[in-house]
């Protein structure tokens, strides 16, 4: 079946980078965009833009532009989310999610970052 | 580009229905029949129930409904349970390969 694996909490310093990990199987893993979705404490779903898993192109939604970085690996099928200089306000469970025909239809179990000032 | 509009908060009976709105712009909601709906149980990940404005996923319940007029979409669930208590988030694509969230509604059955 499809899953979406996610790597673990992490815990940061202000200023540092973290990289959030989404390991894919079940599926052929280049027919699918990975996307990215952040949900700050007590808030809701904010969707931060997604990565082309064929072409590898990226795209950033609007206030995640400069900081953030998608990636991939297709000979591990896995895309990774990199956030540089982080800020208090990173904090947040991080999402990937398997988008097919404008929904969702996947989600791995979201990564905490923690960013401590 | 602001959040689609849901209410902070909806609660019912068990048995009763509740309806949940979802208003975008004549950009996202209204120009495009492309909105699904996440149920998220605390600590859980985001679950699909509803995909291009009114399509259940196989497995989702029947109790679950939705529409859309204009440039708002509606969640309706019917015979409230226990287990419906969650956070229900809506989102639409808006062009361009980009997507809109709604800010989240969460659900409390009395």
């Known amino acids: 079946q499809v899953q979406l694996v996610q790597s673990g909490s992490e815990l940061k310093e202000s200023g540092a980078s973290v990289k959030v990990s989404c390991k894919a199987s079940?599926?052929?893993?280049?027919?699918?965009?990975i996307y990215w979705v952040r949900q700050a404490p007590g808030q809701g779903l904010e969707w931060m833009g997604w990565i082309n898993t064929h072409s590898g192109n990226p795209t950033y939604a609007q206030g995640f532009t400069g900081r953030f970085v998608f990636s991939l690996d297709t000979s591990v099928s896995t895309t990774y989310l990199q956030i540089f200089s982080l800020l208090a306000e990173d904090t947040a469970f991080y999402y990937c999610?398997?988008?097919?025909?404008?929904?969702?239809?996947?989600w791995g179990q979201g990564t905490l970052v923690t960013v401590s000032s | 580009q602001s959040a689609l509009a849901q209410p902070a908060s909806v609660s019912g009976s068990p048995g009763q229905s509740i309806t949940i709105s979802c208003t975008g712009t004549?950009?996202?909601?209204?120009?495009?029949?492309?909105v699904s709906w996440y149920q998220q149980h605390p600590g859980k990940a985001p679950k699909v129930i509803i995909y291009e404005t009114d399509k259940r996923p196989s497995g989702v319940s029947n109790r679950f409904s939705a529409s859309k007029s204009g440039n708002t979409a509606s969640l309706t669930i019917s015979g409230l349970q226990a287990e419906d208590e969650a956070d229900y988030s809506c989102c639409s694509y808006a062009g361009d390969n980009t997507f809109i969230f709604g800010r989240g509604t969460r659900l409390t059955v009395l």
């Open positions: 079940g599926y052929t893993f280049n027919r699918y965009g």
């Open positions: 999610a398997r988008e097919d025909n404008w929904f969702f239809d996947s």
């Open positions: 004549s950009s996202d909601v209204g120009n495009y029949n492309r």
